[in-house]
């Protein structure tokens, strides 16, 4: 697999927001409630980082998540739109390491770092299918 480069890309950031939905609440993952809970933000902090590299990814290369070190700092109402923004900081060959921050019209929900690895797609599958 030949590995995109990203050194150009430093410093660009990607932003997506979306309006907390009560299957994205800690209610609906057993906590009672009605706020964005943790796990579904880093999952949108995730999304964010790939949002800045979507555009180097070809077949068979793809991005996994490595680490997050972030923390949940104020919570979201369901209902309320959250905004969150990725911005890719350092590149170390494969590992891409992001600033990620969560924004919604209150506060700011989430701020820390999220690391990604470029890994080829037919690799990562088989090793998948061998574990299965």
């Known amino acids: 697999m030949s590995t995109p480069h990203f050194d150009d890309l430093i410093g660009t950031t990607a932003t997506l927001t979306r309006t907390v939905t009560p299957e994205?609440?800690?209610?609906?993952?057993?906590?009672?409630?009605?706020?964005?809970a943790t796990p579904v933000l880093l999952w949108l902090s995730e999304i964010a980082a790939m949002k800045v590299i979507e555009d180097r990814m070809q077949d068979p290369a793809m991005s996994?998540?490595?680490?997050?070190?972030?923390?949940?700092?104020?919570?979201?109402?369901?209902?309320?739109t959250v905004t969150v923004t990725a911005t890719l900081t350092a590149?170390?060959?494969?590992?891409?390491?992001?600033?990620?921050?969560?924004?919604?019209?209150?506060?700011?929900?989430?701020?820390g770092t999220h690391t990604r690895a470029v890994v080829d797609r037919d690799a990562f599958t088989q090793k998948l299918a061998d574990r299965t």
């Not at 996994?64 to 309320?80: F, K, R, Y």
Request: no cysteine; charged share 25%.
């Open 24 to 36: 994205q609440s800690a209610k609906a993952w057993g906590n009672g409630l009605d706020v964005l």
């Open 64 to 80: 996994v998540g490595l680490a997050h070190d972030s923390a949940h700092l104020a919570p979201t109402p369901t209902g309320e």
């Open 91 to 111: 590149v170390d060959k494969r590992r891409l390491t992001f600033v990620v921050e969560a924004r919604d019209d209150q506060a700011t929900v989430l701020r």
